[in-house]
């Protein structure tokens, strides 16, 4: 009896209770937001789409519609202005999903309906304590943070980079991790080699970077990436060890 009871537990989370597992972080040194302005070389913006396209893959998981948003902050935040714009016109012509862009401002911006907000920049920025609030309140409900550093520019080149590795600490206490190369961020649409961000067509990196993502997970102990993850809003299994060890 208990044991049926312990199946049915696992059932109604199953069902009901795993609306964020898709809550997380990604961070890129690659500049790959330059990328999606379609202006600079061929390798650069072969890998910038792909690795934009399978985060949102990832992201939308069996939606036909999303909105993505660009995260003003007190730095340059409107670096590329057009990249998202250009980026969701590739989504749509690549994966078929229609994707709503614009500009958000924590506090003012209503996020209930936005899934990934885009941030980048070359300086260091800062955010309040009330906009931290809010921006955590984002991810825990399911949200992904990009971060993106526009880093092809030499006049404050670890400022973003700092900024924003200093949000994430301020955010949930812990640091940055690299992204496992079995991720699901790497096999959402196109198949990608977690392993390789050489600057090359089979690579993922960029004539600015060739750096492995990083990301930080709330949902998951110790930055361990599950294979289980059903990608957009799905449900980490290993997560229900629990029901069944008593």
Known sequence: MKRFVRLIL???????????????IVFSENDYGCGWKNSYSEITTQNSFEIGTNIISFLAGNATSMTIMQLQHSGNWEQHPDSI??????????????????????????????????????DSFSITDLQKT??????????????DDCNNDTTDPSGFESSFRQLVIDLYGESLTV???????????????????????????????????EFY??????????KNNDGGG?????????????
């Open 179 to 213: 992204l496992p190369s079995d991720h699901l961020i790497f096999s959402s649409y196109h198949e990608l080699d977690g392993n390789d961000f050489t600057y090359t067509l089979k690579g993922n990196g960029t004539q600015w970077g060739v750096k492995p993502l």
């Open 10 to 24: 696992v059932f109604l989370f199953l069902a009901c209770n795993c609306t964020s597992a898709s809550a997380i």
């Open 217 to 226: 997970n709330p949902n998951i102990d110790n930055q361990v990436a599950p």
């Open 134 to 147: 809010i921006l955590k309140e984002f991810i825990d409900a399911g949200g992904l943070l990009f971060g």
């Open 234 to 246: 799905g449900c980490y299994i290993n997560t229900l060890s629990t029901f069944y060890s008593k």
């Open 85 to 122: 714009i250009n980026l969701a016109n590739e989504i749509f012509t690549t994966i078929g999903v229609s994707v709503s862009t614009g500009n958000a401002e924590l506090g003012v911006t209503d996020l209930s309906n936005v899934k990934m907000l885009f941030m980048t920049g070359h």
